[in-house]
């Protein structure tokens, strides 16, 4: 048994090399693609520039797309961590009828394929009037991102040890000092977790976005998408390896401010 043992380990660590290898290479490509002066790519490449770095930061299309990447992202995250916050500790506190299957309603968006919450939303939307904008895409990114905050706060508020706050209230406190001054900071790393997580997954998202985009709302999977099928150019290359150092860069941040949050619960 434990030959077999000393045997299974090194294939084990053989695939899992071999699995990440084959992930981070053709990201490695695209990035040092980026640097390319030719344009038509070839690798490695025989000369580097900026040149498409310049040509993208003057690029309408390009640029508008990012900016509104960021901002429904951003704003998807804050709704859906909020919301997600609140509903999961409901859930846990509380006990009312049909909490089960409100439960399993909850995680519906994470079950759906993404083109059938695309397809449905996209004949709703257009049925009640409501016409294509940035807060169509901030509502459903919201929507996709939901199942995974509450998860990720339903578990923290699980964990909680809610002796905490019948402490504070023995001392005078009531339930809103309470929840500002004793809960909040410790499930607020939990609550950046998922916020984090929310921004990435709407950051990402391209099957159902498609459905709900204009010329003046397209997000960046979708514009790499289309270049690809229509036109080949190396700023595409650069606009992906934005796309990787923004997804790499968030989770950094989102780290850190955990840590600053957790520091600042321990001194006090």
């Not at 009828?97 to 004949?123: E, H, Y």
């Not at 339930?175 to 990402?204: D, H, K, N, Y």
């Not at 397209?218 to 934005?242: D, E, G, H, Q, W």
Request: no cysteine; hydrophobic share 55%.
């Amino acid at each position: 048994m434990r030959g077999s043992n000393r045997w299974n380990w090194p294939a084990i660590k053989g695939v899992s090399l071999l699995v990440y290898v084959s992930m981070l290479v053709p990201l490695a490509v695209i990035v040092i693609n980026s640097f390319n002066a030719a344009r038509i790519p070839s690798f490695p490449p025989t000369e580097y520039s900026l040149k498409w770095h310049k040509e993208f930061f003057a690029d309408d299309v390009f640029i508008n797309s990012l900016f509104n990447r960021v901002q429904v992202g951003i704003w998807s995250a804050v709704i859906a961590g909020l919301i997600g916050t609140v509903t999961a500790m409901g859930f846990v506190r509380k006990k009312f009828p049909l909490k089960n299957m409100l439960s399993i309603a909850m995680l519906t968006p994470m079950l759906v394929p993404p083109v059938i919450i695309g397809v449905s939303s996209t004949i709703f939307f257009v049925e009640i009037g409501w016409e294509r904008s940035v807060w169509w895409l901030i509502v459903m990114h919201a929507l996709i991102a939901l199942p995974y905050t509450f998860l990720i706060m339903r578990s923290r508020f699980y964990m909680f040890d809610e002796s905490l706050e019948d402490a504070a209230m023995t001392l005078g406190a009531d339930r809103l000092t309470t929840f500002r001054e004793v809960t909040s900071p410790l499930v607020a790393p939990s609550i950046v977790t998922a916020m984090v997580l929310a921004f990435v997954i709407s950051f990402g998202e391209f099957t159902a976005t498609q459905f709900w985009v204009k010329r003046t709302t397209t997000t960046v999977p979708v514009v790499i998408y289309s270049m690809v099928r229509t036109l080949i150019t190396p700023k595409v290359n650069v606009l992906a390896t934005l796309v990787l150092g923004v997804t790499i860069l968030i989770p950094i941040i989102g780290i850190i401010i955990q840590r600053f949050v957790l520091s600042r619960g321990g001194r006090a």
